[in-house]
């Protein structure tokens, strides 16, 4: 019993000595898998699309190898619409944008400049933005009609709420004292489907980004 004690002041101690606080900021891009159930309609087809992140973070080490970080971020989560059948020219790219805030725990190996990590925690996002962009064919007359409009949100439909799994895997490089480079890996899984189902007919849509980021902290 006194051996674990001893050891458990020791690992305080040390976490004291080497507590760290960070603040930086993080940029990149992301694919975004959608998922969804188009039932009956045979010639109606979403794949994903490109899009990008952004973000401001802060991270609190209480050991060398863990800490805690905290984000306020925009990430994307497009995808890409089109018909066949007679329908080709049917084709648009609906741009979303979310804020989010993933609060992650940090688990880091390596050496003083050189380390390793991998993020790994909960996000909680809104729904803030959506616009499409492409072209449209009308079913009657087979027109074709540019399309370069912001979506309307319905409540009944639309799902703004999002909230779900987040991880990532990194390296970070620090070059000075105080500052530091990474890049990372990441990927968000959400919970929720972005519609409100019906008694009718269950029309569930997911998405699910993976990013490839990199940034640079400042370490106090």
């Known amino acids: 019993m006194k051996k674990v004690l001893v050891l458990f002041i020791a690992m305080v101690a040390v976490g004291t000595i080497q507590a760290q606080w960070r603040l930086g900021v993080s940029g990149g891009g992301d694919y975004n898998f959608y998922s969804i159930q188009t039932h009956y309609q045979t010639n109606y087809h979403y794949t994903g ?25 925009m990430v994307q989560k497009n995808h890409l619409f089109y018909r066949t059948l007679k329908f080709e020219d049917t084709h648009y790219t609906t ?12 688990f880091s190996f390596g050496g003083e400049k050189v380390r390793g990590f ?5 996000y909680g996002g809104y729904w803030v933005d959506s616009h499409l962009k492409g072209s449209v064919q009308e079913p009657l007359n087979l027109k074709t009609y540019p399309v370069d409009e912001k979506y309307a949100f319905y409540p009944a439909r639309d799902e703004r709420w999002d909230c779900g799994l987040v991880g990532g895997l990194g390296i970070e490089y620090r070059f000075l004292e105080h500052w530091a480079l990474h890049a990372e890996g990441r990927c968000y899984y959400s919970f929720i489907s972005t519609t409100h189902q019906s008694s009718v007919i269950k029309d569930y849509r997911y998405n699910t980004p993976l990013a490839i980021q990199a940034g640079f902290s400042y370490i106090f």
Do not use: C, H
């Open 118 to 122: 991998v993020n790994v925690g909960i």
């Open 49 to 73: 699309s490109w899009g990008g992140t952004a973000a401001i973070f802060t991270q609190y080490n209480f050991l060398n190898w863990v800490g805690l970080r905290a984000e306020v971020e």
């Open 95 to 106: 741009y979303n944008t979310y804020l989010q805030l993933p609060v992650m725990t940090q």
